[in-house]
């Protein structure tokens, strides 16, 4: 199946500073990117939905001012959690949806591995 | 009530044994994926499938839309296969399933 990375796998930073998330489509062009956050023992809960070259679709309850989403290229999505606070720790993966010409039918979606996020 | 209820939510087998999970939906949906979480975190996307049954190595997975169901097999468990199995159907967006976490004893 495609190939979608995440960096960095893992950071820690200080409470108020602002932290930058990469998610690339390595094999295939990427129109929409979701970005999920997990906390432990939880389900996967949809945070936004991005599609490359337009703003992003944010899901209830969360802040857009807060995790700033660009999807400059078909091939990368960015996530910044700014002004980090420890309730933002958790797990954030994001996932691809693969482009087939034509659309229609729905496109499966491939995961990144995840970046895990503690805010101390 | 959640839309994707999965079962069982744990489950525990000795190496070698036939293992089943099953989902149940109650949206109208497009296809299902059926996922799996490593301790780590990172996601694997096992199958995807809107009818029938798809098969890849000892990994099965079997969908009946009329009954809204699916159910994810594993023939001759290993160690290995010990992870978080993920459910989930995709209507107006990708909706999970809470996971059965799997453990295979050796």
């Known amino acids: 199946g495609a190939v979608v990375s995440q960096h960095p796998s893992r950071v820690i930073c200080k409470s108020g500073t602002s932290v930058k998330i990469e998610c690339r489509s390595l094999?295939?062009?990427?129109?929409?990117m979701f970005w999920y956050r997990q906390f432990p023992k939880q389900s996967l809960m949809l945070m936004a939905t991005?599609?490359?070259?337009?703003?992003?679709?944010?899901e209830q309850g969360v802040e857009k001012d807060k995790f700033l989403i660009n999807h400059a290229s078909l091939t990368l999505s960015t996530l910044t959690v700014t002004s980090a606070h420890p309730e933002d720790s958790s797990f954030y993966i994001c996932?691809?949806?693969?482009?087939?010409?034509?659309?229609?039918?729905?496109?499966?979606?491939?995961f990144g591995p995840g970046t895990r996020l503690t805010v101390l | 009530k959640n839309e994707v209820e999965q079962s069982p939510q744990n489950l525990t087998a000795q190496e070698g044994e036939f293992i089943t999970i099953n989902c149940s939906y109650s949206?109208?949906?497009?296809?299902l994926h059926w996922l799996q979480q490593h301790p780590g975190g990172g996601i694997v996307s096992l199958f995807m499938?809107?009818?029938g049954k798809k098969k890849h190595g000892r990994l099965i997975a079997t969908i009946n839309i009329q009954e809204k169901h699916s159910s994810l097999h594993i023939t001759a468990s290993h160690p290995r296969d010990s992870a978080v199995y993920i459910c989930?159907?995709?209507?107006?967006?990708?909706?999970f399933g809470t996971g059965t976490r799997l453990t295979i004893i050796p």
């Open positions: 094999d295939f062009q990427a129109t929409t």
């Open positions: 991005s599609n490359e070259g337009s703003k992003a679709t944010y």
């Open positions: 996932s691809a949806r693969d482009h087939l010409p034509g659309g229609g039918s729905y496109n499966e979606q491939f």
């Open positions: 949206v109208g949906i497009s296809a």
């Open positions: 499938l809107s009818s």
């Open positions: 989930a159907v995709i209507g107006e967006k990708l909706t």
